[in-house]
């Protein structure tokens, strides 16, 4: 790092840390903190702090720093670049090999998808939550196991040149590019602009390092072609063979029969939660089979599952281990986690985070979930808390106005939007039919938890999404206490 130990040196290079931290309460078990300068504030304030919470040495970089006596410091001229120093040159030492994941939606569920699949040949570790950017990637590596084979890192942006830095950083061996959606408009003045900006994630990709990419993604097939034309490409598709369009890539990774787990309802009235498909693997010209279950809610997880199906059978998974690993996969939290109840309510939680191509997907999950669920008095009530969809730039109020009008048509009902943005949602569902009495605005998530947990009923099927910084998972919290009531006062256990 070109840094200077200030403080007690004995055996100070031989020191071990656990990982790193830029936050001070995270800081324990003996970490490297780093005082970073933020948006909101500036980690050297914070220094004390973090030695209170157990860290073993700081990064620092100004000369005055209110730290314990004897502590150890290390000064630096810049604590950003110290960091990415530090993980340039660990990662020259772990892991053995890395494969990145971006994607305007889908990346952490991949992510998971492709660890377990790997780790049934491998030693894998991956990126905790979404540790994906020039601050979090590092944060990941660092903290990973040193003999680790391989490194599962989710890759994301908000800027133009973000990815590419983060790429620069992890140096991948392989990388997959899942999909390109409008996410992040207001530093972006088109889709063409966000497809280029993800296709930064091959920057720090070898000549003949691997691209696993989308062949039903137009921009995803077009930011390859002007970016990497001549990278070694493994092509996946949820199309049939002969719906290939003249000019398109030609997949070796197919998903073929798609259906639902289970087309009718269980014995206890419920319909089965999931997808299962033929995937066909293009051996050297022969077709290689394997059928997989998929137990994630969601049409749009399949294509996720092919994405890492696709990775790991390249990276050298047989497709029996890549099946064995997908039957035990459970959804990221927030990410539509479907949560059911003995009083037949059913409360889907997509609250993490929310941008249009996202929100399209789920309302269609949610409806298709819904109609194959059965209560004493007919078709279950769907309806729906959907928060504002952030960083979307001057073409928000449209972008919103579309997902109400999919909704109505969808047949929420009620509709609750939250945030200030939402609006233009409930004009889209208003102008597509929706009853102006089922179209419910709140300004701030603690007033719709108010409304929505008085309105649940037995047999209600609940979709939760928006923007993190909506923070849904209020609502998510106290509609599953309200659901747990309501299978108590059915007689049933929740």
Not at 16 to 45: I, K, N, W
Request: aromatic content about 4%; glycine content about 10%.
């Amino acid at each position: 790092m070109g840094g200077t130990m200030i403080g007690p040196t004995t055996d100070a290079r031989q020191t071990t840390y656990s990982g790193a931290a830029l936050d001070s309460r995270q800081a324990g078990d003996g970490a490297l903190f780093f005082a970073v300068p933020g948006e909101q504030t500036d980690g050297h304030r914070f220094v004390r702090a973090a030695f209170e919470s157990g860290a073993s040495a700081a990064v620092v970089h100004h000369e005055e720093v209110d730290a314990p006596e004897d502590s150890l410091l290390i000064r630096v001229d810049d604590t950003t670049e110290a960091l990415h120093a530090l993980t340039r040159a660990v990662r020259q030492q772990t892991p053995e090999r890395l494969i990145g994941i971006t994607g305007s939606a889908g990346k952490t569920t991949t992510k998971e998808l492709l660890a377990a699949m790997l780790a049934e040949r491998y030693r894998v570790a991956k990126s905790p939550g979404n540790l994906n950017n020039l601050y979090g990637f590092p944060l990941a590596l660092l903290s990973i196991p040193a003999d680790s084979e391989w490194m599962v890192a989710e890759m994301g942006m908000s800027t133009p040149d973000e990815l590419a830095g983060v790429s620069r950083l992890a140096t991948p061996d392989a990388v997959v590019l899942l999909n390109v959606g409008a996410a992040h408009l207001e530093n972006f003045p088109s889709l063409r602009a966000i497809a280029d900006a993800k296709a930064g994630v091959m920057a720090g990709l070898s000549a003949d390092g691997l691209v696993i990419a989308n062949a039903d993604d137009p921009e995803v097939v077009a930011a390859i072609r002007r970016h990497r034309p001549e990278s070694p490409t493994l092509w996946y598709s949820e199309r049939e063979a002969g719906a290939t369009t003249q000019g398109s890539p030609v997949p070796r990774v197919r998903a073929r029969a798609i259906e639902p787990l289970a087309s009718t309802e269980n014995d206890d009235g419920e319909g089965q939660i999931g997808y299962r498909f033929l995937l066909a693997l293009d051996d050297d010209g022969e077709t290689v089979t394997q059928l997989v279950e998929l137990p994630l809610h969601g049409r749009y997880n399949v294509s996720n599952c092919l994405a890492a199906a696709a990775a790991a059978w390249a990276l050298g998974v047989s497709p029996a281990e890549i099946a064995r690993a997908v039957l035990a996969a459970r959804p990221p939290s927030g990410r539509g986690v479907v949560h059911r109840f003995e009083g037949r309510v059913t409360v889907i939680d997509d609250s993490y985070n929310s941008n249009p191509r996202a929100l399209e997907l789920a309302l269609d999950s949610a409806a298709a979930l819904a109609s194959g669920l059965t209560n004493p008095s007919g078709k279950p009530r769907h309806w729906a808390v959907l928060g504002d969809m952030l960083e979307l730039g001057p073409q928000a109020p449209e972008l919103h106005r579309r997902r109400g009008a999919q909704a109505a048509k969808l047949g929420f009902a009620p509709l609750v939007a939250v945030g200030p943005l939402s609006e233009a949602l409930l004009d889209g569902a208003r102008e597509a039919g929706a009853s102006a009495a089922d179209c419910l605005h709140f300004t701030t998530a603690e007033e719709a938890t108010v409304w929505a947990t008085r309105q649940l009923q037995a047999g209600d099927v609940v979709l939760v999404k928006g923007s993190r910084g909506i923070g849904l998972e209020t609502v998510v919290e106290a509609l599953l206490e309200r659901a747990e009531e309501l299978a108590v006062a059915a007689g049933g256990e929740p």
